[in-house]
Every structure is written in structure tokens, then in C-alpha cells.
């Protein structure tokens, strides 16, 4: 099984900026894809961001300009950087990874979700 340990959340204020990482654990892992989801109370969760293998992201509109996601292969591990962050963007992000295991089976993981809130 595929586990995703997220980390980087916490309190900032209107304008600052958080990074969040997420690294995927096991050996010989083939990830298609990698991305950042987020979900507020009562509403569904939502795509932030997600980034393909050969490093083709794609990004929901709400935060074009402002997040920036990237990944190291090597490491298994992909990032979120939020810059200009606003209290709308205050919910839990969620990390997911999408791929085949060694023994070319394929798994959907998410991590365990880690809350950022943007508040003066």
C-alpha cells in the first residue's frame, strides 16, 4: 500500500505564504500523477493542482498566478507552493498520487489531509 505523508500547513495571514510538501512512500513506484485537492465543511473536495510525470500541471482557475506545484521524482515527493494566499483559500489539502506499484499494480492514494487557514 501506498502511503502519502503530507506536511506544511498552518495559520497565515491575507497575502503571505505556505509551502506544502508530500512525499509517497515505497520503493520502485511508477506515479503518473501527483496533486493537491482541497476540501472546506460541506462542500465538495477540489482540484487545486496536479502535475504529470514529465512535469505538464494543470491548475484550477482560482489559483492561477498565485500557486505553483511542482515535484522530484527521485524523491517521490511533490510540493505546493501558495503565494498571495487569501481566507478563501482557508481548507484541508489533501496530497494524491496516482500510479503502478513495482509489480505493475495501480493504486489511487491520499494523504491524510493537513489544514491551512488564512486569517489576520
Known amino acids: 500500500q501506498v502511503q502519502l505523508v503530507e506536511s506544511g500547513g498552518g495559520l497565515v495571514q491575507p497575502g503571505g505564504s505556505l509551502r506544502l510538501s508530500c512525499a509517497a512512500s515505497g520503493s520502485n513506484l511508477r506515479i503518473y500523477n501527483m496533486g493537491w485537492y482541497r476540501q472546506t465543511p460541506g462542500k465538495q473536495r477540489e482540484l487545486v493542482a496536479t502535475?504529470?510525470?514529465?512535469?505538464?500541471?494543470n491548475y484550477a482557475d482560482s489559483v492561477k498566478g498565485r500557486f505553483t506545484i511542482s515535484r522530484d521524482n527521485a524523491k517521490n515527493t511533490v510540493y505546493l507552493q501558495m503565494n498571495s494566499l487569501k481566507p478563501e483559500d482557508t481548507a484541508v489539502y489533501y496530497c494524491?498520487?496516482?500510479?503502478?506499484?513495482?509489480?505493475?499494480?495501480?493504486?489511487?492514494?491520499w494523504g491524510q489531509g493537513t489544514q491551512v487557514t488564512v486569517s489576520s
Open positions: 494524491n498520487a496516482k500510479g503502478t506499484t513495482w509489480t505493475y499494480t495501480p493504486f489511487d492514494s
Open positions: 502535475i504529470i510525470s514529465r512535469g505538464t500541471t
